[in-house]
């Protein structure tokens, strides 16, 4: 039987970025917020604090701050007329686990997204026509513009200390950053990392065939920075520990360093840590959820969280999984197309390739997360796609954010995997390699989707989440063309050795590495008919429930998620306050 606690005026589900960020906004305005977290807080325990936070084995290679796979995972088919298998150890991509979840493990990688983005199948109908998009793509806007989002991008860089260089101020272009770059009014709070040797190579042969490389905006702090809620970020001391990682010198803009202390002393804010929610409570009569119920991990007691209002603020794929298994929203179906939950479900679109240097240092060590160099010609609609056969694109750059041991030990085709002749290699080219890589978009198709499984369960008792997804031939081809940009720079670059880049094929890995960056399952739109949530995020089938998060996005662009997160978070936090005063439909 379950305890019954007193009620709670917004209750959060999953303590990472987008919850404290929603929970700054209310709190501010003397709103009652309590976050429900299942990990613990890491930010004073060892995965923080030299020596043991350098273990790369204990945190980069057994991922001691990720979900834990043995109590729960997913399961994955490439088609609907296959049988789904447990993944049972996924790398794919990595959920968080703990306070400030995923965003405490991440590089920092920061970016706006493109101006069109928010109205991309606008634009792409308005510059390539109807036809351009195929019928299984279901691309749709967000129901939210850039310029609705651009003060909330504003006060996130703020917050979280983002150094970078503005490409577009006030809509003019400025040298030295993103000629492509969403006008913004303010410059970004610091200034840019220090470009690394890769970075310099790479912007001279990027040159060289006219294009405008620029340096990544960080949430790596190239010096100590107080942001406005008075929170401090320390001076990066490029050691290679940021993806994967807690960063021990305070220095990477991260949720457990700038958003939960400071939240935590606030009086109507309470988290709860080691709290696994099983369930979201739905009156389907009513239309409304009452709340929610978990365990408490430390007693193993099951407890009854009554709620005014629900936010769902997990993992893009735990996100999903509620609604899912609480019956809110019609289920996608793949025969049909009818139905929402679960539907767009994208990755990113990753390749390149190492570039190898006889008489050159890149010393990989020296680095930190989003070191990074980058042109942005190719990404999303940035380019002409008349008559290529794809959409969407990505962004090119030097891509060196570490040179750990275990997992750093480049090599050029044709080396041995193992042996003396692969030690060999690996001590000729480790300090004389970096790889060219693109960062690439992915877009949705009808048969790539989300449902619960009907075999498998996890250590609680509750279905996986079934994953039927591959590779579909708009990334292939997408791939194909910007894996022949890649093999033009790395040319340039004068490499002793530049082997050609593979672009991406199916079938899809769950084994590889890509990034983290999974969206959709609960996407956002101004039709309930085609979105599981409107443009303030809030549930159409269910008026106090709202979902925050990588899961409301409807497709997967080529930059790095992040940053409409924050901003999207911050709205919505703001959106709350609003809906509090007078519930209803906003």
């Known amino acids: ?107 920092g990688q920061t970016w706006r997204w493109a101006e069109y983005d928010p109205v991309l199948r606008t634009r792409l109908e308005d510059r390539y026509g109807k036809k351009a998009i195929p019928a299984e793509m279901a691309i749709q806007d967000w129901g939210v513009t850039y310029a609705e989002l651009e ?63 620029f340096p990544m905006a960080a949430a790596n702090s190239p010096e100590a920075y107080t942001n406005p809620d008075g929170m401090q970020l320390g001076q990066c001391q490029f050691c290679g520990h940021c993806e994967r990682f807690i960063c021990e010198a305070n220095a990477k803009g991260s949720p457990e360093v700038l958003l939960y202390p400071m939240l935590l002393q606030r009086p109507n804010f309470e988290l709860r840590l080691r709290t696994h929610v099983l369930g979201v409570d739905y009156d389907h009569q009513a239309r409304r959820v009452t709340g929610v119920r978990y365990l408490d991990l430390v007693t193993g007691q099951e407890f009854e969280q009554p709620a005014d209002i629900v936010v769902l603020s997990s993992f893009t794929m735990s996100n999903t999984k509620f609604l899912l298994m609480a019956g809110i929203g019609t289920p996608y179906d793949p025969k049909t197309g009818h139905g929402v939950v679960g539907r767009n479900f994208c990755h990113q679109t990753m390749f390149g390739t ?29 380019f002409d796609h008349s008559g290529l056969g794809f959409l969407g694109g990505g962004y090119i ?9 275990i997992a750093t030990h480049p090599v050029p085709p044709g080396t041995p995997p193992w042996g003396s002749k692969w030690k060999q290699a690996t001590a000729d080219w480790y300090a004389h390699s970096f790889n060219i890589y693109v960062h690439g978009s992915w877009y949705p198709h009808r048969d790539n989707y ?18 039927t997804f591959d590779v579909r031939d708009n990334e292939r081809r997408m791939s194909e063309h910007l894996a022949g940009k890649v093999n033009e720079i790395a040319r340039a670059t004068g490499a002793d050795i530049a082997p050609p880049s593979a672009p991406r094929q199916a079938p899809y890995d769950s084994r590889v590495y890509q990034t983290t960056h999974v969206t959709g399952g609960t996407i956002m739109g101004s039709d309930p008919r085609t979105s599981v949530v409107s443009p303030h995020l809030q549930h159409w089938d269910a008026e106090n429930l709202f979902v925050v998060g990588a899961s409301t ?34």
Do not use: C
């Not at 004073?44 to 043995?70: M, N, S, Y």
């Not at 990989?364 to 990074?372: D, T, V, Y």
């Not at 750059?397 to 041991?405: D, I, M």
């Open 450 to 467: 989300l449902d619960l499984d009907p075999t498998y369960v996890d250590a609680y008792g509750q279905p996986l989440l079934r994953l």
């Open 354 to 382: 190492n570039v190898y240097f006889k008489n050159r240092w890149t010393n990989p060590f020296l680095a930190s997360g989003a070191s990074q160099t980058v042109i942005d010609e190719f990404n999303g609609d940035n």
């Open 1 to 107: 039987m379950a305890t019954r606690l007193k009620r709670r005026t917004v209750v959060f589900v999953g303590g990472g970025l987008t919850a404290a960020l929603a929970a700054r906004q209310l709190t501010a305005r003397g709103i009652d917020a309590l976050v429900l977290e299942r990990g613990a807080d890491r930010s004073q325990a060892a995965e923080a604090k030299l020596p043991t936070q350098r273990d790369e084995l204990r945190w980069g290679v057994h991922g001691g701050l990720f979900q834990d796979w043995a109590i729960q995972t997913y399961s994955l088919r490439h088609a609907t007329d296959e049988t789904a298998l447990p993944i049972r150890r996924p790398e794919a991509f990595l959920p968080g686990e703990g306070m400030g979840g995923a965003a405490n493990h991440w590089n």
């Open 151 to 213: 003060p909330y991008h504003d006060l996130f860089e703020k917050l979280f200390g983002i150094s970078g260089k503005a490409g577009n101020l006030r809509g003019k272009i400025q040298d030295g950053g993103n000629p492509f770059e969403a006008p913004r009014q303010n410059e970004y709070p610091q200034r840019p990392l220090p470009i690394t040797e890769a970075g310099l190579i790479f912007s001279e042969a990027a040159e060289k065939l006219g294009h405008r490389p």
């Open 553 to 586: 996005y409807p497709f997967n662009a080529g930059y790095n998620p992040t940053g409409p997160l924050g901003a999207m978070a911050l709205k919505l936090g703001d959106d709350l306050g609003d809906y509090i005063k007078r519930p209803r439909q906003l």
């Open 397 to 405: 750059y030097a891509n060196v954010t570490n040179g750990r041991p």
